[in-house]
């Protein structure tokens, strides 16, 4: 996207935080647009060591105690043991669609051997989901790949991890693709290289000096991030080809990928922080997305991460070009960028990008911006949506993960209430603005495991209590005021606030 456009769409920006319209409706919106929430595999099922099982490399991280709060997914949400109650939950909620990962732990924990178990987990709960007639969105990978893979050869950092992903991704075509239209392959290539094989956050917890945000033993963080991430878009594209060439003409389905999105201002109006602007976005859309639209990253990355990029041949280039019927966007909140100077000597993917950022115009500047609170910004998302039909080709987009934490017990959960209110409306402005986006779902449908807090904090609609070995769940306002918006219905907080009624528990 030029500079030009990207100032017209910074000039939209400029009233950025505005309240959401009133009375907000499902009918406002077409009838082929889908709501839904969403949940990953890992965060969700527990059941680690159970029915075949092999561990994943989350299951070695959690239990080398590497989480703030010394949490494991051993147990999670129960989701393994629970999904039918959940789906039956889902119904009551009026979700039109669930968006899940699948366990490639689960479902192929060693190379050539389809677990049985694992299977009929996956397929009942596939058709527990059409039975109740919710729309299937599946994630294949959500950060969590079988440990041995890892042990094997080091995971995402081999050319080998494209044929075995390209092995599990079939064997999840073959199997669910009867009832499954909507494949996204990976989950957030452009943050998850970087958590883990930069920082050292995220399994399995790679870096090296002085990048790591933690103490890693073994990595390389100024080059393994971009190794890691160029094998993510040749197996998405292996993928890809596979479903178009042996699945697609019959089981007329469609597969994208998933990226992180921030939307970013400039700090000032100088040339220098809107150019700096244009390369935030650049590395953090055009990383992914520009082999899978154009066949090459970036001209920016090209120049300022050099060697360390690796790079496509020509036949690669041809491979990946084109390999991507959708963009899925997991949003959260917007950043203020200005311009840093690229640094001398040894740099990592922050360095690199050469921005100062931060999360509003008064926080102190920093390289790399991971709050734990952050400011609302619905008008944030409509320019990531806007922005990303105008450079990318007008690809439908689906908001894959949107939402707001608070704490666990917290069931009036009216700040949440306002943030769907809000960052739907801007959906809403951004499809009438022109944006092609076709679907919203919010994250998450429960409380979960998360990958940065453990336990801490919940984005679940409905409450689910971590401190109970039955892992009850208990709807809170958020999922009533949900239910409610999709029974088209526009409710306000304060209503829900009153509404007593539908306190769903299991």
């Known amino acids: 996207m030029a500079l ?5 769409l910074l000039l939209l920006a400029a009233a950025h935080g505005a309240a959401p319209a009133l009375g907000l409706k499902r009918s406002d919106f077409p009838p082929d647009f889908v709501f839904g929430a969403a949940t990953s595999a890992y965060q969700y099922e527990g059941a680690v060591a159970e029915d075949g099982r092999s561990p994943s490399i989350w299951d070695a991280f959690t239990h080398a105690g590497k989480m703030p709060d010394k949490s494991t997914g051993d147990i999670a949400s129960d989701g393994y043991h629970k999904y039918k109650d959940d789906v039956k939950l889902m119904a009551d909620t009026n979700l039109e669609a669930y968006r899940f990962s699948i366990s490639w732990s689960r479902l192929v924990p060693r190379r050539g051997a389809v677990n049985p178990k694992g ?141 992180y999105s921030f939307w970013t201002y400039p700090l000032t109006n100088s040339t220098v922080d809107l150019e700096a602007t244009k390369r935030y976005q650049d590395f953090m859309f055009g990383w992914t997305l520009g082999p899978l639209v154009f066949g090459d990253y970036p001209q920016v990355m090209k120049k300022n991460v050099g060697s360390r990029l690796p790079s496509f041949t020509k036949s690669q280039s041809e491979f990946v070009k084109g390999a991507i019927d959708f963009i899925g966007i997991n949003h959260y909140y917007s950043v203020y960028v200005n311009d840093r100077p690229l640094k001398e000597g040894v740099r990592d993917y922050a360095a690199d990008m050469s921005v100062y950022q931060r999360g509003s115009r008064t926080d102190p500047a920093t390289s790399e911006y991971v709050p734990t609170v952050y400011p609302d910004d619905p008008q944030g998302l409509q320019c990531v949506l806007q922005y990303l039909t105008e450079a990318y080709g007008s690809l439908p987009i689906y908001v894959q993960e949107n939402g707001k934490a608070s704490a666990n017990d917290t069931l009036d959960d009216t700040d949440r209430v306002e943030y769907l209110k809000a960052y739907i409306g801007s959906t809403l402005d951004a499809l009438r603005n022109g944006a092609n986006v076709k679907g919203y779902f919010a994250w998450n449908f429960l409380d979960i495991f998360k990958f940065l807090a453990g ?36 409710i306000s907080a304060q209503s829900e606030v009153d509404d007593t009624g539908h306190h769903a528990q299991q």
């Not at 030009?4 to 017209?8: D, F, N, Q």
């Open 455 to 490: 336990y801490k904090i919940g984005f679940g609609m409905y409450r689910v209590d971590f401190d109970d070995e039955a892992r009850p769940r208990e709807a809170r306002l958020s999922a009533r005021w949900y239910s409610r918006f999709l029974k088209n219905n526009g």
């Open 119 to 259: 299977l009929e987990y996956y397929n009942s709960l596939i058709n527990e989901l059409v039975k109740h007639g919710i729309q299937i969105h599946v994630m294949l990978y959500h950060l969590d790949f079988p440990q041995v893979l890892d042990d094997e050869y080091g995971g995402w950092l081999s050319p080998r991890i494209v044929e075995d992903f390209t092995t599990f991704a079939d064997v999840c075509f073959r199997e669910f693709g009867d009832r499954v239209s909507y494949w996204t392959t990976i989950d957030e290539p452009n943050v998850g290289p970087i958590g883990s094989y930069d920082s050292g956050i995220f399994a399995p917890g790679r870096c090296s000096n002085p990048f790591g945000t933690t103490k890693c033993t073994i990595g390389n963080s100024t080059v393994e991030p971009y190794i890691a991430a160029h094998n993510m878009i040749l197996a998405h594209a292996s993928a890809t080809r596979l479903y178009r060439e042996q699945y697609q003409a019959v089981q007329n389905g469609v597969v994208g990928i998933n990226v």
């Open 4 to 8: 030009s456009s990207l100032l017209l």
